[in-house]
């Protein structure tokens, strides 16, 4: 079945460092490819996406390349800074299995001064 | 528009009890979930709708049902609830049956003793 593996956290870094946050896939059809953001006390919101392979997502800094060839998805940030600080959750949509979206574990990130 | 909204924000049962957690959305989408958020375990999927009067289980839909009268709402019952169903629970709606954006609400977190 479809499933989502993403890095183990926490991850703590200083401001201003590059940020890569890993991301594979299984999907049996051909998936769109998100990822989510999930601040404190809050609900998760779509940080970027891409649709089909070799697309590149991005937003607020943030990229990630559909890689179809590896199954991946990896989520980086050349500067981070301490308000991306929140869990980020790797996600894919198959609607070819006629279900919707499946979720990794999540990987919390915290930025310090 | 209020996006989606979800109702109490918090709730503490005790085993056996029944409650409702309620979720509305006014963007007129098409397709709602909802999900269980766990520590370690991301997000899961409990039941989804694909519009009014359809609804079909995710990937852990014991213990709970579901229903959709109505475009816009679609409420999680707990029949009999247990500690075992202790959680964030998150509701989102999708606009069409491509693949495209989920919107969260701010999320219910449960505790039953």
Redesign the interface.
């Known amino acids: 079945g479809d499933s989502v593996t993403q890095m183990e956290g926490p991850v703590t870094l200083s401001e201003e460092a590059f940020l890569t946050i890993n991301c594979t896939y299984t999907a049996t059809g051909y998936p769109s490819l998100f990822w989510y953001v999930q601040y404190p006390g809050e609900g998760l919101q779509l940080l970027l996406k891409a649709t089909k392979a070799d697309d590149k997502g991005s937003n607020k800094g943030f990229e990630a390349t559909y890689r179809k060839e590896t199954t991946s998805f990896h989520l980086e940030k050349g500067s981070v800074q301490v308000s991306d600080s929140a869990v980020y959750f790797c996600a894919l949509s198959d609607w070819n299995t006629g279900n919707q979206f499946y979720f990794g574990t999540g990987t919390s990130l915290t930025v310090i001064p | 528009n209020a996006g989606?909204t979800q109702t109490p924000k918090f709730q503490v049962l005790k085993t056996g009890q029944s409650m409702t957690l309620q979720c509305a959305q006014d963007m007129n989408h098409e397709?709602m979930?909802w999900?269980r958020q766990d520590p370690?375990?991301?997000?899961?999927?409990i039941h989804?709708s694909v519009g009014a009067g359809i609804t079909d289980q995710?990937e852990v839909p014991n213990g709970y049902n579901v229903s959709r009268s109505t475009t816009e709402d679609f409420p999680l019952r707990l029949l009999s609830a247990a500690p075992s169903q202790t959680s964030v629970y998150?509701c989102?709606s999708?606009r069409d049956?491509?693949?495209d954006?989920?919107y969260?609400?701010?999320?219910t977190r449960l505790t039953v003793l």
């Not at chain 2, 370690?40 to 999927?45: C, I, K, S, T, V």
């Not at chain 2, 969260?104 to 999320?107: A, D, Q, R, S, T």
């Open positions: 989606v397709y979930s999900y370690g375990m991301g997000l899961r999927l989804y995710g998150f989102a999708t049956r491509e693949p954006t989920q969260f609400g701010p999320g």
